[in-house]
């Protein structure tokens, strides 16, 4: 029987880092995307290629409320039951508070926290009994973020959603837990200007970003060990106590 985890923005970054972590191990994947079709089709022969598993992909925005029942039919025609569920797929706006309009607000909003709520209520029946669900939280919604008013916040609704979850999810033997993540090699920190990299940097204790791979341990201890739930677990480097 194949053990199979789906993750949300699996295709880049660290839910790609995840699938690798978890290919390792015998996981076979059902990663989700965006938009960039080339490099989800690179990622699935990458890991295809490397590990003997079955490695599937499925473009489903999370900004657009239809795509929840595209993974929904995805699932069922497919017939596959997951062992865990990791809503890892996230975005921003930078827009200054004062020129947030309330479209973007409800857009990241929509992505960070209803998309994931609602595509969980779709397909909690095809999450195995003694399985998991995993988020990724981040470290800005423990911290304010210094930009983004509706990151930060929707990132803290995602940490309070974990915890509130548990009591909804154990009538069907599915435990839930988070990642915060501090800052992340990713193509997402990548952009960011050298000058900013370097402050950045200047207040993480271990002086450095994080690399995708030594986080994506974390989400494999959270998905295998049994006793975990309820749990954010902050992995920023010591970003606090600098
Ligand atoms: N990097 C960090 O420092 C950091 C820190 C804390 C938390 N996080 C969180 O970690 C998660 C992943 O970030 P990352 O740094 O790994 O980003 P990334 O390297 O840019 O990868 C993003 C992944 O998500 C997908 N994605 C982007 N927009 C999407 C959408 N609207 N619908 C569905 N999938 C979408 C991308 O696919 P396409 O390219 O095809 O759209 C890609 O697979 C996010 O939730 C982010 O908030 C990141």
Known sequence: ???????????????????????????????TYGSDQASAEKT??????GYDVKVLTLKADS???????????????NDILLDAMVFNAGITCRDPFEEMSLEEWERVFFANVH?????????????????????????MGVHPHSVSLVYGTTKSAVHALVR??????????IR????????V????????????????????????????????????MLIENNYLNGEVIVVDGGYSYK
């Open 63 to 77: 900004t657009d409320r239809a795509s929840i029942e595209v993974v929904g039919q995805f699932l069922e025609v």
């Open 1 to 31: 029987m194949n053990k199979y985890v789906c993750i949300t923005g699996g295709t880049k970054g660290i839910g790609k880092a995840v699938a690798i972590c978890l290919a390792q191990s015998g996981y076979s994947l059902l990663l």
């Open 115 to 139: 998309y994931p709520v609602f595509l969980l209520q779709r397909i909690v029946g095809r999450i195995r009994k003694g399985g998991s669900v995993v988020f990724t939280g981040s470290l």
């Open 176 to 183: 839930v837990n988070g990642v915060a993540p501090g800052f």
């Open 44 to 49: 699935r022969q990458e890991l295809e290629e």
């Open 185 to 220: 090699d990713t193509e997402w920190q990548k952009t960011k200007p050298a000058e900013i990299r370097r402050n950045i940097e200047n207040k993480i204790s271990l002086n450095r970003f994080c690399e995708p791979g030594e986080l994506a341990e974390v989400y494999k």
């Open 164 to 173: 509130n979850l548990v009591k909804h999810l154990t009538p069907y033997d």
